[in-house]
Every structure is written in structure tokens, then in C-alpha cells.
């Protein structure tokens, strides 16, 4: 079981929280957003604590500023303000769309390789990666700098057949195209609420958190604000945690 600690280089305190847990062993992984304030101390942090060669790509559509000048102009991914605000809409994208995505995609796993980060594993910012059609124009970068590993669609929680279905299909996909992938993904708190028998479902696991700090300075997950490390702790004393590969 992998557990994957997003949004690394967002913030400060977001940074804080993701070496916390990294450095005391529970967490595997992060992926980092490298067009956000906090990246750069999230790579000196990442070299600091000898973890960069477990640090993936959060590869970021939604927020914050973008890393290439073309896209900014992309009202289908930027405000007025050439600030990120795409929504994982839309399955038709205009030839300018393709070029934009696929050069702000190529800058941001670049730049985490130019500071030393792995970057072979990716991630998206509010998933927008598992809109397939998104996918297609992220994949030629994926693809350019040997990123060997996707996140696939969240699948710990029951869904309705059609959208199950969907989800089994981007994940066949991304196998298709030579992309590995966990057999389970899904939030701590959707992993945790599983019967004991689907908790121990043979296969491989990602479990996705969000580390930050209550206002008390307590470790919790920034979206869900459950207890990180209580529930992080029960985790491996039931099951082995191995960084993703």
C-alpha cells in the first residue's frame, strides 16, 4: 500500500505538514504543483529530508498562476486575470487548447525535474487528469519525460454503474498505453470505511491525503479535516506501506 501526499509546494504550512509526514513514515510519496508559492521551498525541504526521489508531479489546471504565457490567454482554462480556473469540463478541445495544455504540462514536470525532483509518478489537481479526453493532451508530456506512472480514478467508494464503468475505462487506457497504475485509489477516509473483507481485496493500493494543521497545530487532512496521524497510524499497523515505483 502506497499513500500519496498531494499539493507539496502549495503553501508553506502544506509543506510542513506533507514532511511530517514523510519523515516519520506515513506517507510514501507526494506529488508536487510547480507552479505554486511554496515549490520552491518544497524541493530544498524535499533534498533536505532525502525524499526527492519520491516526489511525483501535481500537475495543476485549477489554481494559481500558470508556468507558460499561451495559456493564460485560454479563457477555457484561465480567468481575465491569467489565473488558472478550469473545472475538468468539456470533452472537445480546439487545436489551441491542445498546444496550450500541452506546453503548460511539459513546463511544470520539466521545472520539477530542473530542481531535482523524480517526477516519475503524476497526479492532478482535482483529478481533472481522469476527464479522458483532458488526458490526450496531457499524455504526449507524460509520455516526453518518461513519467511511468498515473494515478488512476478514485475507486475505493460505490458508484453508479455508469460512472463505474467510466472509471474502469480510463483506467484500461492508461494501461493500454504503458502507463502503471494501482489496482485501488482512493481518500483515507474511503479506504478506512471498507468492510475488513474489501479493505484486504488482493491487489495494490494508492491512498491519496491532504496534509495540513488545525488551528491547535494539529496534523489533519486539509479537504476532509479528519486526524491524519491517528488514522494514518491504525493504517500501518494493518497494512505495510511501500513507496510507489
Given at each position: 500500500?502506497?499513500?500519496?501526499?498531494?499539493?507539496?509546494?502549495?503553501?508553506?504550512?502544506?509543506?510542513?505538514?506533507?514532511?511530517?509526514?514523510?519523515?516519520?513514515?506515513?506517507?510514501?510519496?507526494?506529488?508536487?504543483?510547480?507552479?505554486m508559492p511554496g515549490f520552491d521551498e518544497a524541493c530544498e525541504l524535499a533534498q533536505q529530508h532525502k525524499f526527492a526521489h519520491r516526489v511525483g508531479v501535481h500537475l495543476n489546471l485549477s489554481e494559481g498562476v500558470p508556468l507558460t504565457n499561451g495559456i493564460k490567454r485560454n479563457r477555457r482554462f484561465c480567468d481575465a486575470d491569467g489565473r488558472f480556473s478550469y473545472q475538468r469540463k468539456g470533452v472537445l478541445f480546439s487545436s489551441v487548447?491542445?498546444?496550450?495544455?500541452?506546453?503548460?504540462?511539459k513546463a511544470q514536470i520539466a521545472r520539477c525535474r530542473q530542481h531535482g525532483l523524480a517526477a516519475t509518478h503524476a497526479d492532478s489537481h482535482r483529478h481533472v487528469h481522469t476527464n479522458l479526453a483532458l488526458f490526450r493532451l496531457l499524455e504526449p508530456a507524460l509520455k516526453?519525460?518518461?513519467?511511468?506512472?498515473v494515478r488512476t480514478s478514485a475507486n475505493l467508494h460505490r458508484v453508479d454503474p455508469l460512472r463505474g464503468a467510466y472509471k474502469l475505462g480510463f483506467t484500461k487506457y492508461?494501461?493500454?498505453?504503458?502507463?502503471?497504475?494501482?489496482?485501488?485509489?482512493?481518500?483515507?477516509?474511503?479506504?478506512l470505511a471498507l468492510s475488513p473483507a474489501e479493505a484486504h481485496t488482493p491487489g495494490t493500493y494508492e491512498i491519496m491525503i491532504h496534509p495540513g494543521y488545525s488551528e491547535t497545530g494539529e496534523l489533519i487532512d486539509a479537504i476532509n479535516g479528519y486526524h491524519t496521524r491517528s488514522m494514518l497510524?491504525?493504517?500501518?499497523h494493518d497494512f505495510a506501506f511501500t513507496p510507489l515505483s
Amino acid at each position: 500500500m502506497s499513500v500519496n501526499a498531494d499539493d507539496f509546494g502549495r503553501s508553506d504550512t502544506v509543506n510542513r505538514a506533507i514532511v511530517e509526514c514523510m519523515a516519520s513514515g506515513l506517507a510514501t510519496n507526494t506529488t508536487a504543483m510547480a507552479n505554486m508559492p511554496g515549490f520552491d521551498e518544497a524541493c530544498e525541504l524535499a533534498q533536505q529530508h532525502k525524499f526527492a526521489h519520491r516526489v511525483g508531479v501535481h500537475l495543476n489546471l485549477s489554481e494559481g498562476v500558470p508556468l507558460t504565457n499561451g495559456i493564460k490567454r485560454n479563457r477555457r482554462f484561465c480567468d481575465a486575470d491569467g489565473r488558472f480556473s478550469y473545472q475538468r469540463k468539456g470533452v472537445l478541445f480546439s487545436s489551441v487548447d491542445r498546444e496550450c495544455v500541452a506546453r503548460e504540462a511539459k513546463a511544470q514536470i520539466a521545472r520539477c525535474r530542473q530542481h531535482g525532483l523524480a517526477a516519475t509518478h503524476a497526479d492532478s489537481h482535482r483529478h481533472v487528469h481522469t476527464n479522458l479526453a483532458l488526458f490526450r493532451l496531457l499524455e504526449p508530456a507524460l509520455k516526453g519525460f518518461n513519467v511511468r506512472r498515473v494515478r488512476t480514478s478514485a475507486n475505493l467508494h460505490r458508484v453508479d454503474p455508469l460512472r463505474g464503468a467510466y472509471k474502469l475505462g480510463f483506467t484500461k487506457y492508461l494501461s493500454w498505453k504503458g502507463f502503471a497504475v494501482t489496482d485501488h485509489f482512493g481518500d483515507l477516509s474511503a479506504f478506512l470505511a471498507l468492510s475488513p473483507a474489501e479493505a484486504h481485496t488482493p491487489g495494490t493500493y494508492e491512498i491519496m491525503i491532504h496534509p495540513g494543521y488545525s488551528e491547535t497545530g494539529e496534523l489533519i487532512d486539509a479537504i476532509n479535516g479528519y486526524h491524519t496521524r491517528s488514522m494514518l497510524e491504525r493504517l500501518a499497523h494493518d497494512f505495510a506501506f511501500t513507496p510507489l515505483s
